[in-house]
């Protein structure tokens, strides 16, 4: 409950104003999550005789969940703003706080004696909580397949991958509960209560957001999908301020000149853009339009000068091409010849029985 309130101070208080509406939306879901997850242990630790005005007071609630993870995703993952007509996911939240309005009314002895042992639940409140669940489980379902269209679009960027699993984390949990929740219903033996669950299931999806949440560079925002190659963008707005800009430009510059990361034959555009504490849209930016060439274009310029200076090295005549190459960061023999000769107009072979070349073997 700490950890949720926590995280949810730390979303509203978020200065990172591209995410402003996401952070906001999210920051009252987990906020969500707290108070149910808090309900829960007041029930456990026996406290509704203390306060016996909050005991069910938050029935209603569950009903925001599935809206709020909705319009988080869409602000997220399609940008989408939050509407007048988007409210509309919020009516059954509404009319149900309505129809427990005579509840609220009621007077606490009435409500302590409400929450007395029973050996069935009404069947008003057995409908209800059906009526949640399957209202819980159409948004889950929802928001896996926008997530996974998403997946498809930016080609498994890591905070899509994880929104995904932390989905059908949460849906799964969900589901049990509802299993468990029938049998109380049922009057069945069951070995935890359902509320007792449901926290638990909240608390894991929590720490998850939190977990993931840490693990993101900072300012992390997914990438807009990749564009069909006939597509022309509107607008390409630099997402790095001009000093930045060239203050992360000399640190790319000394990590391939310096750190020679290149020889990494495993880098990728993430890889790199997390050791220059960028996003890998950021880096994708800066080389754009600073360099003019992609990533793999960048990073393939100095492998091959890499692989001609130790051609052209004495040191290296008996080691073959091959090994020269794999140490200058190329993992195939294919993509060697392919992009050598794309940026020099010989192969490697070629290249180095020239006169700038040292003989050796292939």
Request: hydrophobic share 50%; aromatic share 10%; net charge positive.
């Amino acid at each position: 409950m700490g950890q949720g309130l926590f995280l949810s101070a730390a979303l509203l208080l978020s200065r990172q104003r591209e995410l402003q509406v996401a952070n906001r939306l999210l920051a009252v879901l987990v906020l969500l999550f707290a108070i149910i997850i808090g309900h829960a242990w007041m029930g456990m630790n026996q406290l509704f005789g203390a306060y016996p005005h909050l005991a069910s007071a938050i029935a209603p609630v569950p009903l925001l969940i599935g809206p709020l993870l909705w319009w988080y995703l869409q602000n997220l993952l399609l940008g989408k703003p939050l509407t007048r007509h988007s409210l509309a996911h919020a009516l059954p939240f509404a009319i149900a706080v309505l129809a427990w309005t005579p509840y609220y009314l009621q007077p606490g002895d009435m409500k302590l004696a409400a929450m007395a042992p029973r050996a069935h639940l009404p069947w008003q409140l057995a409908v209800f909580g059906a009526f949640k669940a399957i209202h819980v489980c159409t948004y889950l379902v929802l928001s896996y397949r926008l997530i996974g269209g998403a997946d498809r679009e930016r080609s498994g960027h890591g905070v899509v991958h994880s929104l995904q699993r932390l989905t059908v984390l949460l849906g799964l949990g969900l589901g049990l509960d509802a299993l468990v929740f029938l049998a109380e219903i049922f009057g069945l033996p069951v070995p935890v209560s359902s509320d007792t669950w449901g926290a638990t299931v909240l608390t894991c999806f929590v720490y998850g957001l939190a977990y993931y949440a840490m693990r993101l560079p900072i300012g992390y925002r997914p990438p807009p999908p990749q564009l069909h190659p006939l597509q022309v963008p509107k607008t390409a707005e630099s997402l790095l301020a001009p000093a930045d800009r060239a203050l992360f430009l000399a640190k790319l510059t000394a990590s391939m000149e310096q750190d020679h990361v290149y020889r990494d034959g495993d880098l990728s555009l993430e890889k790199l853009a997390s050791h220059l504490a960028l996003t890998p849209h950021e880096l994708s930016q800066l080389i754009n339009q600073s360099l003019d060439l992609n990533f793999q274009e960048f990073v393939n310029g100095y492998r091959v000068r890499a692989l001609q200076s130790a051609m052209r090295d004495a040191a290296h005549a008996g080691t073959t091409i091959l090994d020269l190459a794999l140490a200058a960061g190329f993992n195939s023999k294919s993509s060697l010849n392919r992009v050598f000769k794309n940026l020099t107009g010989v192969t490697p072979s070629q290249f180095r029985c020239a006169d700038g070349g040292v003989q050796g073997p292939k």
